[in-house]
């Protein structure tokens, strides 16, 4: 059986793999992110991969990748490694992430010098463009091997405010919290940078996706304050000409300095910046 060849924009990228004949799925229900622009070559990647037995995630920039790994636990990042706003990433972005998931670089042969520098042994590796599906599979199988399947077992929680991912559903304490998917993301995001202040553009372009000026923000907010903070402490707070945060009123002080030295906290450009 001949490997599936890949290269950027050309016909052989659309084409759809069949699985083999009574061969049992691979990727164990793992979860993949692809960074790809490529529309083709994104589409011959997932389809295999999903094939495969992995369940995949797109997005075509390096900005995108991050936010993901904010929202959720990856096992393995495949990577167009010629995508323009890569160093921007590992420069001008910190989150937290809860973990350091294996990174696959597809890159050209001319590229691959600038990257083996970055490289961390055992949880980063290479395929030379254009990719053969063949060795993309044999490499993702290399790098999770021994890595336990991606779980939800930690529910995101502040205090006595706990999220279950898995439904999209909410609770203070033993009250549940009739949430809307907008105040629903809206939570997740202000609980995830707990102690931090998110300006109002900020939370636009993770609720809804662009900017919303007006009182779109104020009138979200205010919905889901008076949802949450029916028992003390408030953690929903206000910063007047910066944004909102989440945590109790004292912490206000330490949540301003960008969250340095959190515990068990990994920064994305370990994630995603420094190895892209």
């Not at 529309?39 to 011959?44: D, I, S, Y």
Request: with cysteine; hydrophobic share 40%; charged share 30%.
């Amino acid at each position: 059986m001949h490997d599936t060849y890949a290269p950027y924009g050309s016909p052989a990228a659309v084409r759809r793999p069949r699985p083999p004949r009574g061969a049992p799925p691979r990727g164990d229900g793992r979860h993949v992110l692809l960074v790809v622009a490529d529309p083709a070559v994104a589409e011959l990647l997932s389809t295999t991969m999903r094939l495969a037995g992995y369940q995949v995630g797109i997005v075509p920039t390096g900005t995108e990748a991050v936010m993901c790994l904010l929202e959720r636990r990856y096992d393995l990042l495949i990577v167009d490694a010629t995508l323009p706003d890569l160093p921007g990433v590992g420069r001008n972005r910190r989150i937290v992430v809860m973990d350091r998931p294996p990174v696959l670089f597809m890159t050209p042969c001319e590229v691959l010098p600038a990257l083996m520098p970055r490289f961390d042994l055992g949880d980063v590796d290479y395929v030379v463009t254009p990719v053969r599906i063949g060795e993309v599979l044999d490499r993702a199988r290399v790098l999770l091997r021994g890595r336990e399947p991606g779980r939800s077992d930690t529910m995101p929680c502040y205090g006595d405010l706990v999220l279950d991912d898995s439904t999209c559903q909410a609770r203070r304490g033993v009250r549940a919290l009739d949430l809307t998917p907008a105040e629903y993301r809206l939570l997740r995001h202000l609980l995830v940078n707990s102690e931090r202040v998110l300006t109002k553009e900020q939370i636009s372009r993770y609720v809804w996706g662009d900017f919303r000026a007006g009182n779109a923000i104020e009138k979200l907010v205010s919905r889901l304050r008076r949802k949450v903070d029916q028992e003390e402490p408030a953690l929903i707070q206000t910063r007047r000409g910066f944004g909102y945060w989440l945590g109790k009123a004292e912490a206000e002080g330490e949540g301003e300095g960008g969250g340095e030295g959190e515990d068990g906290a990994v920064a994305v450009v370990d994630a995603v910046g420094a190895r892209l």
